[in-house]
């Protein structure tokens, strides 16, 4: 069959059920689908579909008509320097975590071993550093036994061998090794619950309330992490742009001890929150 009367057929699909951005999307869903190539798309080059990639295709045709997104659809998401194989147990890792995890790097490979990325999902953080920082021991914790699950496979799926899983709330999965980790690290719900409703279909129906909902104000995990935060330890959190007022004004009451600084993600707005020892800070 002809590629793109196919591509044009489920496009217009696509634009006729309000789905943004149409063409995109059926780019990546043909090339990590079914691995046809853009170029043969749009040269109209002759290809064959097997029965069982044509099921596949109409399966994920549905699933995308309803608001499921592409990376659950197709089941990966590429992360910096690795493959996520991603689910419904994890939220889809997204740029700006990116960007957390290449300050932490920048910051720190060549001075620490010892991290730990609190509420790891499908083990973005943890896997990256652990891979960049070969040297390192990275742990990784979730309250999710399912996330887990997913994020040891994901190791497996990497070679990654260097990043223990352990499952629990906050600081208390590590606490025996809290002594040695220099470094914290986490990604965590930072949505006030009330927006919750107004996130993407996409958001709200698929990706899991646990990692999402941050509470009435969205600092249900910021307020625990720092009453549990041992001093001396480098700190790097991602958060929402209107949580950092509150953040700042708890870390002034009750961590003296630490220097927090936020700082803008790419588009600008105030995403990272990184809290520095104070006896570092004045050297």
Request: hydrophobic letters at 40%.
């Amino acid at each position: 069959m002809k590629p793109l009367e196919l591509f044009k057929e489920l496009e217009k699909k696509f634009r006729e059920a309000g789905i943004e951005s149409p063409r995109s999307l059926l780019f990546h869903l043909f090339r990590d689908l079914l691995e046809i190539p853009e170029n043969k798309i749009l040269l109209n080059e002759e290809i064959y579909i097997s029965p069982t990639e044509s099921e596949k295709l109409a399966s994920a045709v549905e699933r995308l008509l309803a608001g499921e997104p592409l990376d659950y659809v197709i089941g990966w998401k590429k992360f910096l320097n690795i493959y996520l194989k991603v689910d419904r147990r994890v939220l889809i890792p997204r740029p700006e975590t990116e960007e957390l995890v290449e300050k932490v790097i920048k910051d720190c490979h060549k001075k620490c071993c010892f991290f730990a990325d609190i509420g790891t999902g499908s083990g973005a953080i943890a896997l990256v550093i652990a891979k960049t920082v070969p040297d390192s021991i990275v742990y990784a914790t979730d309250v999710s036994k399912e996330a887990l699950e997913l994020a040891i496979e994901n190791a497996r799926i990497n070679g990654i061998k260097n990043v223990r899983f352990l499952w629990g709330e906050y600081l208390l999965p590590i606490q025996a090794m809290l002594d040695k980790i220099e470094v914290i690290i986490s990604n965590p719900p930072y949505i006030k619950s009330n927006l919750i409703s107004n996130l993407e279909i996409q958001v709200r129906k698929y990706e899991p309330l646990v990692a999402l909902d941050g509470g009435s104000d969205g600092m249900d995990f910021y307020r625990e992490f720092l009453k549990q935060l041992p001093s001396g330890k480098k700190v790097y959190l991602e958060i929402a742009d209107y949580t950092a007022e509150s953040l700042e004004e708890l870390v002034k009451q009750h961590r003296k001890d630490y220097h927090l600084c936020i700082e803008r993600d790419m588009y600008g707005f105030r995403r990272y929150a990184i809290l520095t020892p104070v006896a570092l800070v004045s050297r």
